[in-house]
């Protein structure tokens, strides 16, 4: 069983930082890849940023420049440092974790944490 949590949300004005944590632990052979997502009311889900298993990142053009994506794979924990916050980063903030787990016959598992709160005042 592998569980995600995540920990880092919370209320912050306009131009201020939050930064999130996701621990992924449990039956866990490697990492592929973990990212964090966002779902705004109304909108659908969307990726906020992504780091795989080599290092390389990527994120839309709408967080570039303000959010930093990090892993420190010793601890399968994904890092989400975000600066410069606008009101229209107010969201849900979903981990998500491209896993190989089991150790018998190990197999490819995506993976979701419960979302964190992140609310941006003007």
Do not use: H
Not at 7 to 13: A, E, K, M, T
Not at 65 to 70: H, K, N, Y
Request: with cysteine; charged share 15%; glycine share 12%.
């Amino acid at each position: 069983q592998v569980q995600l949590v995540e920990s880092g949300g919370g209320l912050v004005q306009a131009g201020g930082s939050l930064r999130l944590s996701c621990a992924a632990s449990g039956n866990i052979f490697s990492v592929n890849a973990m990212g964090w997502y966002r779902q705004a009311p109304g909108k659908d889900r969307e990726l906020v940023a992504e780091i795989l298993s080599d290092g390389s990142t990527k994120y839309p053009d709408s967080v570039k420049g303000r959010f930093t994506i990090s892993l420190d794979g010793a601890k399968n924990t994904v890092y989400l440092q975000m600066n410069s916050l606008k009101p229209e980063d107010t969201a849900v903030y979903y981990c998500n974790a491209d896993l190989i787990v089991g150790t018998v016959i190990p197999y490819e598992y995506d993976y979701w944490g419960q979302g964190t709160q992140v609310t941006v005042s003007s």
